[in-house]
């Protein structure tokens, strides 16, 4: 059983940064792309970004593009999330989640089959 746990997440004032990070138990870590998901109150989860196993490829979603940063340490089994120029915007409970091996999209939350508990951001103005 694969288990995913965040960390990073907190209360930060507009324009400021964060870094979460998401540890991922396992020996097969770099064989999986993994993703980062948000979901505001009353709104649907939403995809993010994503990094393939490597960490060649990044995906982003446009909102945060130029704001935030997918990285992973594969010898750490952990991939991070560093967020710049915090809006209030981007205030949601922030999940990491591993791509399923056998998809071909890296956005959708059907992509992902494997989810951490989540980490509230919270962004004031």
């Known amino acids: 059983q694969v288990q995913l746990v965040e960390s990073g997440g907190g209360l930060v004032q507009a324009g400021g940064s964060l870094r979460l990070s998401c540890a991922a138990s396992?020996?097969?870590?770099?064989?999986?792309?993994m993703g980062w998901f948000r979901q505001a109150p009353g709104k649907e989860r939403q995809f993010v970004a994503a990094?393939?196993?490597?960490?060649?490829?990044?995906y982003y979603t446009d909102s945060v593009k130029g704001r935030f940063t997918i990285s992973r340490d594969n010898a750490k089994n952990t991939v991070y999330l560093q967020m710049n120029s915090l809006k209030p915007e981007d205030t949601a409970v922030y999940y990491c989640?591993?791509?399923?091996?056998?998809?071909?999209?890296?956005?959708?939350?059907?992509?992902?089959?494997?989810w951490g508990q989540g980490t509230q951001v919270t962004v004031s103005t």
């Open positions: 989640a591993r791509r399923r091996a056998t998809t071909y999209g890296y956005t959708s939350q059907q992509d992902y089959n494997y």
């Open positions: 396992g020996r097969t870590f770099s064989a999986y792309a």
């Open positions: 990094i393939t196993g490597s960490g060649s490829n990044t």
